[in-house]
């Protein structure tokens, strides 16, 4: 597909990717198979190639409609598109570009609802006395110490997790500390940007990433080794921090520095040795988030992990799809948010678990609204 864009209500940037990213498909069609959003509606709008198709139209001729935002609105941000697509289509950065141009469309209602959700997710502060009500779990062990310190580490907070699930972080501290890492506690009175990001709001979202930088580049300087993410969620956008701004900005070499030193807590245990720990529980199903593997590219690293205490890699059906829960999206886009877990509870329960784990607070918290049995964080697992 060729394209030729020049429009003046986005940035040159975002012309750049757009250009890039649509001249990139060759219109295959590989990618339909695999996405969650197409397997339900079988209407070729709400799969990848069809969504590239309406963002083009949109740009290069102004033709784009209401229906043209509900098909965006209906993506769920996965990526299983870019993992399967054999032409490497960035199709993520181009659907944040799409978003941004056609936000305009939406009613004002529907912008006042979704600025509402976005301000109180993103915040802490505002989200802390009401995410209360929502708590999923409790810190459940004692605090440990390292004995030495052979080196530190910055932990990111989360802006829901610590409030949802305080025990994920407090599980990393305390295996980082039989490790003999300190770990640093970043208390973020910022979110990373995500929700702002997919939620077509891109300056908010530049704020954001911007203070995060600035804060995280001092740490890094000073103390910290590594940045590490218990949400595979904030990791990526982290990790994709360098693609929001031109190589001209003072910040783009600022945001490679973080991105490269940003890891997400399965990829730092995994070069550590693991030998002193144990697992409390074996009879687990794990749900790898789309932001994980099609978003960080880390798929089979948890399961590699779990296996060396013994966790059976058993294999889930349909584990490239998304579980409905994308950030936000399954507070707006509720009956195909509720759909996709109700499929994947069915093939992560197939092997009759007695607990489900995962890799991000979004994910938890979706499918726990489901599941009979417990669903936590698999390092938890490991804070026996
Ligand atoms: S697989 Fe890639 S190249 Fe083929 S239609 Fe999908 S996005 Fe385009
Ligand atoms: S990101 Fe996911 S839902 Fe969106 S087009 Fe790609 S595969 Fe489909």
Redesign the pocket.
């Known amino acids: 597909m060729h394209a030729e864009l020049k429009q003046p209500s986005i940035t040159q940037h975002e012309n750049d990717i757009a250009s890039q990213v649509i001249a990139?498909?060759?219109?295959?069609?590989?990618?339909?198979p695999t996405c969650p959003t197409y397997q339900i509606s079988g209407d070729e709008l709400d799969?990848?190639?069809g969504r590239?198709y309406l963002i083009k139209s949109a740009l290069e001729n102004n033709e784009y409609s209401s229906k043209s935002l509900k098909h965006l609105d209906q993506c769920l941000t996965c990526r299983s598109?870019e993992t399967?697509?054999?032409?490497?289509?960035k199709?993520g950065k181009l659907l944040e570009v799409g978003r941004n141009f056609i936000e305009p469309k939406r009613s004002i209602l529907q912008t006042l609802y979704r600025f509402a959700v976005r301000k109180v997710l993103s915040t802490p502060l505002i989200f802390k006395p009401v995410g209360y009500f929502f708590r999923h779990s409790k810190i459940i062990s004692k605090p440990i110490k390292p004995e030495k310190v052979k080196s530190t580490v910055l932990l990111l907070g989360g802006c829901v997790q610590p409030t949802l699930a305080p025990n994920i972080n407090h599980s990393i501290k305390n295996i980082l500390a039989k490790l003999d890492v300190r770990v640093l506690d970043d208390r973020q009175s910022d979110c990373c940007g995500a929700l702002d990001q997919h939620l077509a709001a891109p300056k908010d979202a530049l704020s954001k990433v911007k203070r995060n930088i600035d804060k995280w580049t001092l740490e890094l300087e000073s103390n910290a080794e590594a940045i590490i993410s218990s949400a595979s969620g904030c990791g990526v956008m982290v990790k994709d921090y360098p693609s929001l701004f031109e190589e001209s900005d003072p910040y783009f070499e600022k945001a490679k520095r973080v991105s490269s030193k940003t890891q997400d807590i399965a990829e730092y245990l995994a070069n550590q040795d693991l030998s002193g720990l144990q697992l409390s529980e074996l009879n687990v199903s794990y749900h790898e988030p789309c932001t994980l593997q099609h978003g960080q590219k880390l798929g089979g690293l948890v399961e590699s992990i779990l296996s060396q205490f013994g966790y059976l890699n058993t294999p889930i059906k349909d584990s490239h799809i998304c579980c409905g829960s994308a950030g936000a999206y399954s507070i707006f886009e509720t009956e195909i948010a509720n759909k996709l877990m109700i499929n994947k509870l069915e093939n992560l329960n197939a092997s009759q678990p007695e607990m489900i784990v995962t890799s991000n607070i979004g994910c938890l918290m979706h499918l726990q609204k489901g599941s009979s049995i417990p669903v936590k964080h698999w390092v938890e697992l490991l804070d026996a």
């Not at 399967?84 to 289509?89: D, K, N, Q, R």
């Open positions: 990139s498909c060759v219109h295959c069609g590989f990618c339909l799969s990848p190639r590239i598109c399967t697509c054999p032409s490497g289509v199709y």
